[in-house]
């Protein structure tokens, strides 16, 4: 089975922080994901990977930033935290060919006070 | 960019009944996945659809894809407590780079003992 793990299920930092936020997934997947989910937007693509140092900006980067040194591994970091970046943040990996099946962690439920 | 719009966005059903949601795209998907999310948890893989008229069965819940390539609806049959949940429906579009999806909004399913 899959299996994609986040460093924290819930967190809570203070405004002007700087977060890091550590996914890692178990299965060899090129590619993994950072999403945030808030209450009527769905679900949002903040950045995205395809291999190791790889990144492209999704539709919401401003404020975010990412780090891929090893292939399991992928990290959002929030440069000065602030109260409107209070979400749940949701990784997720897939393989680069065929499926595009994507495989999710628990989330980690951030809240900036 | 693809859109996707997924209904109905809520539900409320009695245990037993059957439930029926649907995303409908403004362009061709190629592959169309359904996900459910319980609280506090990450969204997990249900079905996954890549041929047109697919019609794939998991359990209680089926899902097709449409002939038209532009929706797709999944089905649960005799609703029980343990469906409560967020349901997204996922679509890949032709040209999309590396395993990008669309998410629909999500349909809140609650179910009534």
């Known amino acids: 089975d899959v299996k994609v793990t986040q460093s924290s299920r819930y967190l809570v930092k203070r405004t002007g922080e700087k977060v890091f936020l550590e996914c890692v997934q178990d299965?060899?997947?090129?590619?993994m994901f950072w999403y945030r989910q808030d209450p009527g937007l769905g679900l949002r693509l903040i950045y995205f990977s395809y291999d190791v140092k790889m990144k492209e900006k999704g539709d919401i980067p401003e404020g975010y930033s990412v780090s891929r040194e090893k292939k399991e591994r992928f990290s959002l970091i929030l440069e000065s935290a602030s109260t409107n970046q209070t979400s749940m943040y949701l990784c997720?990996?897939?393989?680069?060919?065929?499926?595009?099946?994507?495989?999710f962690g628990p989330g980690t439920r951030l809240t900036v006070t | 960019g693809q859109q996707l719009n997924q209904s109905p966005q809520s539900m409320f059903i009695q245990e037993g009944e059957d439930v029926s949601m649907n995303c409908t795209s403004s362009?061709?998907?190629?592959?169309w996945l359904w996900y459910k999310q319980e609280p506090g948890e990450g969204p997990v893989l249900l079905i996954a659809l890549y041929k047109a008229g697919e019609l794939t069965s998991n359990g209680r819940l089926t899902a097709q894809f449409g002939i038209t390539r532009k929706d797709s609806f999944l089905n649960i049959s005799a609703s029980i407590p343990s469906d409560v949940g967020i349901y997204f429906c996922?679509?890949?579009?032709?040209?999309?780079?590396?395993?990008?999806?669309?998410f629909g909004q999500g349909t809140i399913l609650t179910v009534h003992p």
């Open positions: 362009s061709i998907f190629n592959t």
């Open positions: 299965m060899d997947h090129e590619n």
């Open positions: 997720a990996s897939s393989t680069a060919g065929g499926s595009h099946e994507q495989y």
């Open positions: 996922a679509g890949r579009g032709g040209g999309t780079s590396y395993g990008k999806l669309t």
